[in-house]
Structure formats: structure tokens, C-alpha cells
């Protein structure tokens, strides 16, 4: 035995071994990252297909008894009892809606309610054995992270395109005028018809609804936070309608710097960044600038602009409530008195 512990004729047979497997030269594979990223979308297009829906609408022309044309787009199920959850402009003004299931089966649907505010809209059809989709939590989405969109481009049935959240936090104009924060970003192909489906993540669970693509550029398309849809979707479910108060800003979720957090003991690290007011809105004559950063309304904390959305509801219309801003390193308490949404900005 040697010094190192080992016998001498044990290392020679290593050494010999050593010499006679040659190292490979080969370059190392990207089969298997291929492999894993296929998988992902094979294994989340499979578990959100069946939900997904195919909406064919017909609206009255000019004379009666004629139909002026109509259009097409799609959506997905949220419930087994049959609630669809699509865009408001893809079911907009429409005389008959048709729905038809991935299956082929096309029940009887109609238009429980719509929010053109923020482009979403629920139709119900009556079907047994229905598979509803997985509802995921958008606050937790990463830029970066695979993003699949699955629907019905130009009447193509359950087209799949992939690509990845690229950005969030965007701000885009609904067809009402509204501007409407809180969007996700992607560069997964979006074409006319894939409006209202459903925007996936890698598990399988739905974290937006299609909404808009600008058709000049390439790879710009956006989706409503699934955050956002699930709250106007219930309200939709239970009224048909949503009836909201308005401040005139216009904003995003923002970070808070970890000393004021700590100074101001706020129990959230974010809050809402305003990023416009609107001349002569309540905000404006409250005394709001942008910049400011809400963290309190109503008594509530507010950690971004989802939390305020859900504050907004009619139930605060015309009544003076108290809201609490950062503006640079003050704390100041304002008092506004929200007025009833006319297809305005939240």
C-alpha cells in the first residue's frame, strides 16, 4: 500500500483503463431540451383542447329577416355546468351565438353577459360531460416563461402556437375606449379568430384570454390576466352585468422601495403606480399626480392594480372615500369621491 491508501497495482489498471477509452469529441445533444420543450406543449395543448370552443356569431342586417354577415372567434369553459368565458367584442351585438366543442357537438349557447370595459364576455351552453379548464394565478407569471395559445385563427379548429410571455404590465384600448391595464404580452401567433382562447402556461393552466394582436408588427399580441378575468367573470355570472365606479388614472403594479415599506410598515412590497391622470376625473380633484403610488383604498391595502379594480365596484359611487398615496418619500392621505364608469378608465 502507498501513501495514498491505495495499492499500486490498482492505480495502473486505472491509468491503463484511462488510456484506452478515448473522450468523446461529439458536440452534446439538444434532443433531449427538444424533447422537454415538445413534451410541455404537447402535454398542455392535450389538457386545454377539449375545453376550448369554437364561436360562430350571426347579427341581423339592415332588413328584416336578413342576416348582415356575423363573425367568428373563440373560448373556452370555466365551469362542468357550461359557463364560456370569451372576449365581449368577439360576441358583440350578436343576434345567434353557435358554439361548437372540440368533439363536434354544437348545443344550444347564449349570451349570459359582457363588459366591454375590459373585452370579456360569459355565453353558457347545456351539455352533459363538459371538461372545464385549469384557472392559473397570473400575478405569478415571469417574463420569459413558455406561453401557449390555443383557438380558432380564420376558422382553423384547434390551432396550437407557442412562444413565451414577453412582456407584463402592458396598457391596451378596448374597443369601448377603456384603457386596460394589467396585459400580458406574448409572441405566441395570434391571428382574426383566436380572439377569447385561452393563453396557457407550461402545467396546463390557463393564465389568459386572448385578446388583440397589431397585425403590421410581428409578434406582438396580448392577453387579459386570467386574474382579472376570473373576477369580471363572476360577476358577469351572478348579474350579467358589471356596474363599477371610476377614479380617471390609469396605472400598473410597481414595486415599493423596501424602506418606505419598511418606514410606512405597509403590508405589501407593491402597490399601483399611477401612471396617468385624466383632466377633471375624481383623481384629478383629489389631487392626484402621476407617479404616485396607491397603497390603501377604502381602508383596504392595495398591493396592484387588480386590488383596485375589485375596490371599484357601484357600490362606491358618489360616496367620498379615503386613499392613501406614496408620492417620492411622503406618505399622503387623500380623499376622492369615485363617479360611476362611463367606458373609462379605472
Known amino acids: 500500500m502507498d501513501e495514498s491508501g491505495g495499492f499500486p497495482f490498482e492505480k495502473e489498471a486505472a491509468n491503463e ?19 422537454a420543450y415538445s413534451d410541455a406543449v404537447v402535454t398542455a395543448a392535450e389538457a386545454v383542447s377539449p375545453a376550448v370552443v369554437k364561436i360562430d356569431v350571426h347579427k341581423r342586417g339592415a332588413r328584416p329577416g336578413v342576416r348582415d354577415g356575423g363573425g367568428s372567434g373563440s373560448g373556452f369553459i370555466i365551469t362542468p355546468d357550461g359557463f364560456i368565458l370569451t372576449n365581449s367584442h368577439v360576441v358583440h351585438g350578436a343576434d345567434k351565438i353557435e358554439v361548437t366543442l372540440a368533439d363536434g357537438r354544437r348545443p344550444d349557447a347564449h349570451l349570459v353577459g359582457s363588459d366591454p370595459d375590459t373585452d370579456l364576455a360569459v355565453i353558457r351552453i347545456y351539455a352533459p360531460n363538459l371538461k372545464p379548464v385549469r384557472l ?5 407569471l415571469r417574463v420569459g416563461q413558455l406561453a401557449i395559445a390555443i383557438g380558432n385563427p380564420y376558422g382553423f379548429q384547434y390551432t396550437v402556437t407557442a412562444g413565451v410571455v414577453s412582456a407584463l404590465g402592458r396598457s391596451f384600448r378596448a374597443n369601448s375606449g377603456r384603457l386596460m391595464d394589467n396585459i400580458i404580452q406574448t409572441d405566441a401567433a395570434l391571428n382574426p379568430g383566436n380572439s377569447g382562447g385561452p393563453l396557457v402556461n407550461s402545467r396546463g393552466e ?30 358577469l355570472i351572478k348579474e350579467g352585468v358589471i356596474r363599477r365606479s371610476y377614479l380617471g388614472i390609469g396605472g400598473q403594479t410597481a ?21 396617468n391622470v385624466e383632466p377633471a376625473s375624481p383623481a384629478s380633484r383629489a389631487g392626484m399626480r402621476e407617479g404616485d403610488i396607491v397603497v390603501e383604498f377604502d381602508g383596504h391595502a392595495i398591493a396592484g392594480i387588480d386590488d383596485l379594480h375589485k375596490l371599484l365596484t357601484g357600490a362606491q359611487v358618489g360616496v367620498r372615500v379615503s386613499l392613501v398615496v406614496l408620492r417620492g418619500t411622503e406618505r399622503l392621505p387623500l380623499e376622492v369621491v369615485p363617479e360611476e364608469s362611463a367606458a373609462k378608465s379605472n
Do not use: W
Request: hydrophobic residues 40%; glycine residues 8%.
Open 17 to 35: 483503463t484511462a488510456r484506452q477509452e478515448p473522450r468523446s469529441t461529439e458536440p452534446v445533444s439538444d434532443g433531449r431540451l427538444l424533447d
Open 136 to 140: 392559473g394565478d397570473s400575478n405569478q
Open 206 to 235: 390557463v393564465i389568459g384570454v386572448n385578446t388583440a394582436v397589431i397585425l403590421p408588427a410581428q409578434g406582438l399580441c396580448f392577453a387579459i390576466a386570467i386574474n382579472t378575468a376570473k373576477y369580471i367573470a363572476g360577476f
Open 255 to 275: 414595486k415599493i422601495h423596501r424602506r418606505l415599506t419598511r418606514h410606512f410598515h405597509l403590508p405589501n412590497e407593491t402597490g399601483m403606480l399611477v401612471i
